[in-house]
C-alpha cells in the first residue's frame, strides 16, 4: 500500500535519491526545498505525477507550520524525512558564537521544527515513522568539527527522545548516521582516496525508504550508521 512523505531538504543529492526511490515504490512524495525557490503545485512530467513540491525556511516556526498547513490540504502523510543540514568546520575554541547558532539552526532547528508539526499528525493518523539524518560525527566525536557534531548529536537524542514519546502512538522514529556521501560536491571538494569508500546517496535512500516501510515496524529510537566499510 502506497503512503503519502513529507521529504525536506528534498533539493540535496540525497533528498533527490530519498525522494526518486520513494516514488519508484508507488508512494507519493511532497519534496520541501529552500524558501524562495520555484514552486510547482504538481509535476509535468509523468514521471513525477506523484510529486509535489513546496518551500519553506525549515529553521523558522512559523514558516514550518505554514507549511503543514499547506500539507494538511494534500491528505495524511504516513512518515516525515529530515535531511535538511550542513557542515561546519571548526574546533571548540575556533568557533564564534555566529557559527554555533548557524549550526545548530541547520542542522538541530530544522529537524526539530519538522518532527514537532509532524508528530501530532501522524500520531493522530494512526501511525507513521519519522527519519532524521544526523552522522557519524554525532556518535565518533568529530575532532575539528566541534558544532557539526554536537549539533548532529543532538538530532540523534531529540529522535531517540521522540521514539519515546510517540511509541504509544505507533509512530516510529529513527536516525541515520552518514559519514561521507558519495556526491559530485564532495568529488570536487574531497582527494580520491577520502572518496574511495563513500556511500552512493541511493544506497542510503534505500535505508530510508525500508525505514519509513511497514516492515521496519519493530525498530524505534535507533541510530542506524550508513557508512558501509569506511
Known sequence: MSGLFVVCGAEGSLGRAVTADLLSRGDRVIAVGRAGRERRAQASDESEQDLVRMAADLTDPRSVEDLW????AS???SGLVNLVGGFFAGSV???SADDLRRALAVNLDAAW???RAAAPRLAGAGGGAIVNVASRAAVQGGGGAAAYAVSKAAVVRLSEVLAEELKKSEVRVNS???SIIDTEANRSAMPVAAMAKAVPPEAIAKVVSFLLGADSWPISGAAIPV???A
Request: proline share 11%.
Open 75 to 77: 491528505g495524511k502523510p
Open 176 to 178: 541515520i548516521l552518514p
Open 69 to 72: 498547513k499547506e500539507i494538511d
Open 113 to 115: 521544527w519538522s518532527c
Open 93 to 95: 575554541v575556533s568557533t
Open 227 to 229: 557508512y558501509g566499510w
